[in-house]
């Protein structure tokens, strides 16, 4: 893992869900900015900014099929 373990935390929140009345929890991940540098995924760098063109349709239609299938 490129991070450090004080460069991240993490928490978790649990509640009941308004619509179901179930049991959720929601995790939540932090990374330091500069921890981003390094990977060039920091909103500032020119990197981390989109310079293409988006993929087409039936490649975000298949992203979703695949994330379906297997329960992500």
């Given amino acids: ?23 959720r929890g929601w995790y939540g991940l932090r990374v330091r900015g500069e921890a981003l540098w ?10 981390a900014v989109v310079s293409g063109d988006s993929p087409p349709g039936w490649w975000h239609a298949a992203g979703e099929r695949y994330a379906t299938r297997w329960g992500a």
């Fill in 1 to 23: 893992m490129p991070f450090t373990a004080g460069d991240w935390c993490w928490g978790l929140a649990c509640g009941r869900d308004p619509v179901s009345g179930r049991w």
């Fill in 38 to 47: 390094a990977l060039g995924l920091h909103p500032e760098q020119p990197t």
